[in-house]
């Protein structure tokens, strides 16, 4: 069997979209893949907001628009922001440009699209590296390797092997740590959580800490605490996440969710369970621009990762997008070297500056949310957009 030209590593929104886009391009590709199998239920991401401008532009593209809108919420895109006390200063209706998606849907509507052939489950990269001619190797935790790919794309996330190959960046710890947990329809405090939120997302600020709710598509909310702690929190030996008890008794602590939030959302935190621990790294603008790499590149968070900014799931997409019409363009790319530098190169360029701002706007955008006097700053950049501000009681 001929080696495919391009190896895809990571079947994120970034990996499978651009699969999907080869495919309907007729270009060979193959998807390595660290989860063993497309049974393994992704949790973290929660529920993405897919922009019209940007993700759906990939989903229209490799035809999987009608698809995507049988997930879709476009009754979620409701936006709550409330400050600890239970003040609500905004209630906003972002449209139907915005439409709500689980993360785990969005990516089985790509899995049923792609040949099952084309996905490898169960290879994590252990490392990449260059062998005596110069091409990538893959070398994967279970021991093998695969080489011989024309364009090898590091689809692989924050912490990507494949990034090795263009530079030494590192991700960088942004200070805030996310501890994710969620509220199921059976829980006791599930009634008040849904007459607050709905269907759609609440943010509750306080001074250097954040409470978001999102609704999910199986009824669910998922609840993330955003902390201003060290970076090893759940790996220092303190606090056992698995322990629900334990987690719940820290998250109402003085230091974290203490008495001078309202009990209301006290009593989501002490009703909460599965607790994840989410630290938020990021990579520096000016990474995003590196000298070409024959045969390498990057898209999604292995090239812009940044903090949570509501956009970069559409970005790693329309990294993806544009990466397979640059490919598609240059017809003679997979036996030319110069046409595949070409290709990538005109990819690459327009990126740079698209995911150095997307870092940007997400180092903005949590110092915004995080500051001392939370969530004033928050809306003030919302009625600078335009938007109404009221301030209530809840």
């Known amino acids: 069997m001929a080696t495919p030209s391009i190896a895809i590593i990571g079947a994120g929104p970034s990996g499978l979209a651009l699969a999907r886009l080869l495919e309907c391009r007729g270009i060979s590709y193959v998807v390595y893949e660290r989860d063993a199998s497309a049974a393994v239920f992704i949790r973290n991401g929660g529920t993405l907001d897919i922009h019209a401008s940007t993700g759906q532009r990939a989903l229209v593209e490799g035809g999987l628009l009608a698809e995507f809108e049988k997930y879709a919420r476009y009754d979620a895109s409701i936006f709550r922001l409330w400050d600890r006390h239970g003040t609500q200063y905004i209630q906003h209706e972002r449209g139907n440009d915005f439409p709500e ?95 607050r939120v709905g269907k759609g997302m609440l943010l509750v600020g306080g001074p250097h800490k954040m409470i978001t709710l999102q609704n999910l598509g199986d009824e669910s909310y998922r609840m993330y605490l955003g902390v201003q702690v060290p970076a090893d929190i ?37 009703n909460s ?12 603008p000016a990474s995003v621009a590196w000298d070409a790499v024959p045969g390498v590149t990057l898209v999604g968070d292995a090239a812009h990762l940044g903090p949570p900014s509501g956009e970069g799931a559409n ?54 949310f995080y500051a001392e006097d939370s969530p004033h700053p928050t809306v003030e950049l919302f009625r600078e957009k335009g938007v109404s501000v009221s301030e209530k009681e809840a």
Not at 104 to 131: F, H, S
Not at 275 to 281: A, V
Not at 336 to 360: P, S, T
Request: net charge negative; aromatic share 10%; charged share 30%.
């Open 234 to 270: 759940a790996t220092d030996g303190k606090v056992d996440f698995s322990d629900t008890e334990a987690m719940r008794t820290l998250c109402l602590s003085s230091d974290f969710f203490g008495d001078d939030w309202a009990a209301e959302f006290r009593a989501y935190i002490s």
């Open 101 to 195: 998606i689980d993360r785990g849907d969005l990516r089985r509507i790509y899995l049923e699209a792609i040949p099952q052939d084309k996905i490898r489950w169960g290879k994590g990269l252990k490392r990449v590296t260059r062998g005596e001619d110069g091409v990538p190797v893959l070398e994967f935790a279970d021991g093998t390797t695969a080489s011989g790919f024309r364009l090898v794309v590091g689809a692989d996330g924050a912490w990507s092997k494949v990034r090795s190959l263009i530079n030494d960046v590192k991700p960088q710890y942004c200070g805030i740590h996310i501890i994710e947990t969620r509220i199921s329809p059976t829980n006791p405090v599930y009634s008040q959580v849904q007459s």
């Open 315 to 368: 970005f790693a997409m329309t990294d993806a997008l544009y990466l397979a019409d640059k490919l598609a363009e240059h017809d003679d790319w997979a036996k030319n070297d110069e046409a595949r530098d070409r290709a990538v190169r005109a990819y690459e360029v327009e990126m740079f500056e698209r995911g150095a701002e997307l870092i940007e706007r997400g180092v903005r955008m949590t110092e915004v």
């Open 273 to 284: 369970t599965d607790f994840r621990p989410w630290p938020l790294y990021h990579i520096p």
